[in-house]
């Protein structure tokens, strides 16, 4: 069964705009972290944003921040007045203590 | 956080000649992996490199073809042998570090590999 799932292919949103990247998970875990990455054209991975299952307060790092509903296992991104450096793929990953599981990736672009 | 640094980050492969990629991280770490993202696609595990011992590979990973060093605890190697153009990827060495309740991952800037 697919641990992570990101149901956006690609997404554009205008400059100094926001925008929400999708992230469901599965797992039956009580304890896990939710990650999201940042792969620009050069290939390297990007660590934006950590969330841990217990933690009561979404994650915020800058123009980055995870809205967490534990309930309905989701786990979305918010970028806050995009900029044109953003342009990127995304990638929402889970680990659980034994592996790390990585969603399929959205690609954002931000249009001037 | 760590600080990963991989050699090469890209290089241009004749077909059946091997590549060894080198990473190397600022701290001792315990766990330290190997992933493959093959074009348009997510990241695949290939192996857990163990320091010491063999590293562990995933379903479909064999040593013949991705063998693995893990000398020390900073520092660790992924030979792709006998490449072909199906092995044509990014290969991405990772870390995790232990943070929180559940250990973070941390990536070095991959090696992008073209075989012809």
């Known amino acids: 069964a697919q641990k992570i799932t990101q149901t956006q292919p690609g997404m554009f949103v205008q400059e100094k705009e926001a925008v929400t990247l999708d992230c469901t998970y599965d797992t039956s875990d009580q304890s896990y972290g939710l990650f999201w990455y940042k792969q620009p054209s050069s290939g390297e991975m990007i660590f934006l944003i950590y969330q841990g299952s217990y933690d009561e307060q979404n994650a915020t790092e800058g123009r980055y921040s995870l809205n967490f509903q534990k309930a309905r296992k989701s786990a979305n991104l918010v970028i806050s007045a995009s900029q044109l450096g953003d342009s990127a793929m995304y990638f929402c990953a889970m680990g659980d203590g034994n592996q790390f599981y990585f969603g399929t990736g959205t690609s954002l672009t931000v249009i001037p | 956080s760590a600080v990963i640094s991989q050699k090469p980050s890209r290089d241009i492969c004749q077909r059946g000649t091997s590549l060894t990629i080198q990473c190397q991280v600022d701290s001792q770490v315990t766990m330290m992996f190997w992933y493959r993202q093959q074009p348009g696609q997510s990241l695949t595990l290939i192996a857990t490199?163990?320091?010491?011992?063999?590293?562990?590979?995933e379903s479909g990973f064999v040593i013949d073809k991705f063998p693995i060093s893990r000398p020390n605890l900073t520092f660790s190697t992924l030979t792709v042998s006998n490449m072909s153009p199906e092995d044509s990827s990014i290969y991405l060495c990772?870390?995790?570090?232990?943070?929180?309740?559940?250990?973070?991952?941390?990536f070095g800037e991959g090696s992008r590999l073209t075989v012809l």
């Open positions: 990772s870390v995790e570090v232990e943070a929180r309740s559940v250990g973070e991952l941390f």
């Open positions: 490199a163990n320091q010491g011992s063999e590293a562990t590979y």
